[in-house]
């Protein structure tokens, strides 16, 4: 999902975008928060996922995230995009969660019928123990440009670093995971 500084929320005028939201809630409308959160829940939860928490940890961080984006809502500066700010919120503190964890996430379980849909999962896990074993910064851009579909700026803006650093991670990701998939 590309996220934008203009909100792509608002697909009608009577829903408001996601900037409107995040003002009515700095002023403590609980409702506005609830159709704020269930907006940038589904996101959220796919960057956490996908960055290597176990469902526990994903759901704990999501919820951490979104008391962040209440607590702050008045101080947001509005120099990003409402979805891009409470995605650097949530991947900071999922990036926190990893560096603390004692130990891996258990690995999901899945059972298959055929053996087309087997070895499609296989190559499906390959890949993913690939982007696992990427350390966290590396990991981080990957999730965000191949997974999330994020623009280099907007990633620029999550991250907090220069574009120039994005694209230098983003190359030396692909490289790591071309030799290991190799």
């Given at each position: 999902m590309a996220v934008t500084p203009d909100d792509q929320h608002a697909s009608t005028p009577a829903e408001p975008t996601e900037r409107e939201l995040l003002d009515r809630v700095a002023t403590g409308d609980g409702p506005a928060f609830g159709l704020l959160a269930e907006r940038l829940t589904p996101t959220l939860r796919r960057v956490l996922f996908r960055l290597g928490l176990a469902e526990t940890e994903v759901e704990d961080t999501v919820q951490e995230a979104l008391i962040?984006?209440?607590?702050?809502?008045?101080?947001?500066?509005g120099r990003s995009a409402v979805s891009t700010w409470a995605c650097r919120i949530a991947l900071n503190l999922g990036i926190s969660t990893l560096?603390?964890?004692?130990?891996?996430p258990p690995e999901p379980v899945a059972v298959m019928d055929t053996e087309a849909a087997w070895e499609s999962m296989r190559q499906a896990e390959s890949v993913r123990r690939a982007v696992m074993d990427l350390p966290l910064r590396l990991r981080a851009v990957i999730v965000l440009r191949e997974?999330?579909?994020?623009?280099?700026?907007t990633i620029s803006e999550v991250l907090d670093v220069p574009i120039g650093t994005v694209m230098s991670r983003l190359h030396d990701a692909r490289s790591r995971l071309r030799r290991q998939l190799a």
């Open positions: 962040r984006v209440w607590q702050g809502s008045a101080r947001f500066e560096r603390r964890r004692r130990t891996p997974f999330e579909d994020m623009p280099y700026r």
